[in-house]
């Protein structure tokens, strides 16, 4: 499995930015996506996750309310809506599945089998 991550960039605080993540397939019908970003300095960390069968999804604390979580109809695609951003969202962001997952490791990195290449997202005045 391959995931493709595209958005991404510079944007002030308070403004808006979407991230998409392309699977080039699914490996079975037990299965999550998720983001997850790193800033300079720390570790990597959990920011959304949607899991398949049901379509459940997951946020951190810190993105709750303003990072939506979704899937396009296909459901090979996750996209990240990232609203109302803070200079603390800047990271390099990092698209992730896993073909078979329990609830209680969707927030784990190390749950996750297959990554994108990681994007980006700079918060700053």
């Known amino acids: 499995v391959q995931l493709q991550a595209s958005g991404g960039g510079s944007v002030q605080p308070g403004g808006s930015l979407r991230l998409s993540c392309a699977a080039s397939r699914r490996s079975s019908s037990r299965y999550a996506m998720a983001w997850f970003r790193q800033a300079p300095g720390k570790e990597r960390e959990f920011v959304a996750a949607?899991?398949?069968?049901?379509?459940?999804?997951y946020y951190a604390d810190s993105v709750k309310g303003r990072f939506p979580i979704s899937t396009d109809n296909n459901k090979n695609t996750v996209n990240l809506q990232m609203n109302s951003l803070r200079p603390e969202d800047t990271a390099v962001y990092y698209c992730a599945l896993a073909p078979r997952i329990i609830l209680s490791s969707v927030r784990v990195p190390s749950a996750y089998a297959y990554w994108g290449q990681g994007t980006l997202i700079t918060v700053s005045s």
């Open positions: 949607i899991r398949w069968p049901g379509g459940g999804t």
